[in-house]
């Protein structure tokens, strides 16, 4: 592993630690994403506790998180194993933020952004199956972990080359899903459109 790549790898992890729910609420004084709705800080709670303008900007801001970096690799010359380790830096970054205690979100929005450079029909895949669990069920939370956990395969099928560190990250945003997992189970997990004020 070259000096450039392990770089990359800690400036993509930097990146991701800048988490975009925590710094929109400042700026539309909602308070910590953390300590409200789902106490997530992602585009969905915000959209719960602050509205369509603020969630939009933290979604665009976590998908670019996940796309800005692995492109940059790609032009620098990153040999594709280590394009999509990039992405998994940019993921735990999000999920595990430097400047924000280490307390972060679920890398959903960030994880999409990163595929987009693999392969715009793996993501195009992904994003259509989570709209459809979307529709059908109403719950994020249940489409991010079904989309997440077939990204795998869609991978092998598609960009096999990208199949390990894909299947890395799916494992991990399925584990930061585990309390939204129970949930489900109990019939206790709110619809994307439900607002909440229970910290969970």
Known sequence: MTALTILIFASAYLLGSISSAILVCRL????DPREQGSGNPGATNVLRIGGKLPAALVLVFDVLKGTVPVWASYYLGLEPINLAFVA???CLG???????????????ATA???????????????IVVWGIMVRLTGYSSLAAIVSVSLAPLFTW???PEYTLPVGILSVLIVLRHKDNMIR??????SKISKKSDVKI
Not at 112 to 126: E, Q, R, S, V
Request: aromatic fraction near 14%; hydrophobic fraction near 60%.
């Open 184 to 189: 489900l189970l109990r019939g206790q997990e």
């Open 28 to 31: 539309f004084s909602l308070g």
């Open 94 to 108: 999000h999920m595990y933020p430097l400047f924000f205690g280490f307390s972060g979100g679920k890398a959903v």
């Open 88 to 90: 998994v830096m940019a």
């Open 157 to 159: 099928l598609l960009k």
């Open 112 to 126: 999409f952004g990163a595929i987009l450079p693999l392969g715009l029909d793996l993501a195009a895949i992904l």
